[in-house]
């Protein structure tokens, strides 16, 4: 059985929803009533059946209708979409990966048929049946990265290791969460992570960076980041903040529930094998407070972690404008009694 | 000195004699007073092999009778950086390897004259730079990619399409620029007052 795509979109009249058993598989990111920054690092192993964990590439009933509003993006502004020139070969890096998992976790929609460099790549939820050489650019309609990228879910880096550092030096960046790839293209870990508060402070990113850059091929590792986002629109790019800005204005008592959205990243790091770069995969996931509260526990988490949020992370994320009015909405949904450890729902 | 919490801006230096026979001084303003005060510390003969591309912007019209005074293989006053930028990229490309390069006055004309020489393939190590004058920052909208030069004030209009920018601590080396991002997207009618920030 195969996965029914949704057809939706994520700007306009924003039809995007979940179906009942994509809210159960929601990645929820909070293990306990709190929430700080931490090297929230782990081993990606595979998760239970039917997770977000289950397959080491998800894809899931969203897949369709976010490739389109990826190529909506691109087509406005292709400086989200940049390779310095170095960073083609860890592209077809990421090409081998991304065919070789897509077609080994769902037989049913992606097939890779290889012939030494003659490559036979099958997308049929996207309509693709294209044959190319594999390290010959002129074979493909696009670069190797933008190629796959438009073929998948959520954004990704592609970053260069050297000098004891990473560097962000390609990238597709379409669903991010209010930063720039033109901006930060160039940039060491230490640099493109600058913006962020307190986390400098707690010796967050010296360890994180220590780790990546010790990360071994084929042991691939992941975490989890949030924030929230006003109606479920993919490009809340700083590019067009002035577009959907706005939008945070308009969060009353009575449309919290369909307007706010949690947005969790799953982001994982993976080795590539013949550049030795990294790269980062940064999946999306949206759900409406709505559909949120349809689990007790993960209503009064939100609630618990929202409310006592530090007033710096909640600015840094976006929240300032409507907080008060979100927190008075899930206090509803809190009925004060414990909630249980871990992420899954009760 | 600007401050260092700013972790993406680079850390500036001072000028000082590097060995080698060929020497490209790139500065603007006040830099030349940097140019002036290693002069004093350079073994006899240090000028006779050096370039010097100056812009003195506002700064004291004896600064560049000074500069002269050094007796460079070449003097070049431009009229403002923009101004300035093809030259030197062409005499970046036809550098000779062991050039030393020596970029001095404000963050706008050094982190220019920086991607010039980097993208010429000049070594990162073989390039100087020192901070002086005014904190004026150059600035990159975010939105529409236009870049405002001598910025002052926080927050600054976009000169290209008008956008009133809140001027982050966020820097690109390879825009050599701060990144604007619009102050009162969320409601265009709060209209908070330009203050004085980056003198
Ligand atoms: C190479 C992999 C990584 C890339 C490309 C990356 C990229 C980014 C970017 C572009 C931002 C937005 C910064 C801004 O506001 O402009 C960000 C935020 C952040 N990153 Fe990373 N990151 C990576 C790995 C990590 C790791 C391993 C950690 C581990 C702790 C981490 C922690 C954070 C935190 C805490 C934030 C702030 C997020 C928020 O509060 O919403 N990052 N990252």
New binding site residues.
Partial sequence: MGITFRQETFRDDFSFANSPEHIRRFPFPFHEDSYM?????EPHVAGPKGSVLEHPIDVDEHYVSEMQDRALVLAEDPLRCQSLPHMTLAGWDLLELLMTAKAESYPEHFSLTRDGDRWHWVNRPLGIDDRFTFGDVATLPYGPMEYITRQSQGDF?L?DQRDGN?W?DA?IVTT?????LDF?IGMN?FE?????PL?HEKG??T???K??LNVQQGRPAR?L???MTINPRLDTSPENYHKWGPDRTTVTPENVGHKVHLRVEL?S?WRLPRSNG?V?P?RCYLISMDELVTSRKWARRLHRVIRDLPDE?AA??GLTRYRATLIEWLSAHDDGAPTSPGFGPD | MPPQSIISRPVYGMLSPQPGREHLFVADAQGAEAILDMAAAAPDGFFAGAQIVYIPRDADPSLAERLKALSPAMFYEGPSVAAAMPRLRQTLATARMGLRVYLAGTEGLIGQAMQAALEAGIDHSSIQTEHRGSLARRVQCVHCKGITEDVTTQPVTCAHCGLLLFVRD?YSRRIAAFQGVCINAEDPSEIPPAEEAFR
Wanted: overall charge positive; some cysteine; hydrophobic content about 60%.
């Fill in positions: 920054y931490a090297v929230n690092i880096c970053l990473l962000m990238g991010q969460a209010d930063w720039s930060d870990f493109w992570h600058a913006p962020v986390a967050i990113f360890r994180a960076l780790f990546l975490r980041n949030w924030t982001q790091f990294l980062f940064i992370i840094y994320k | 966020h």
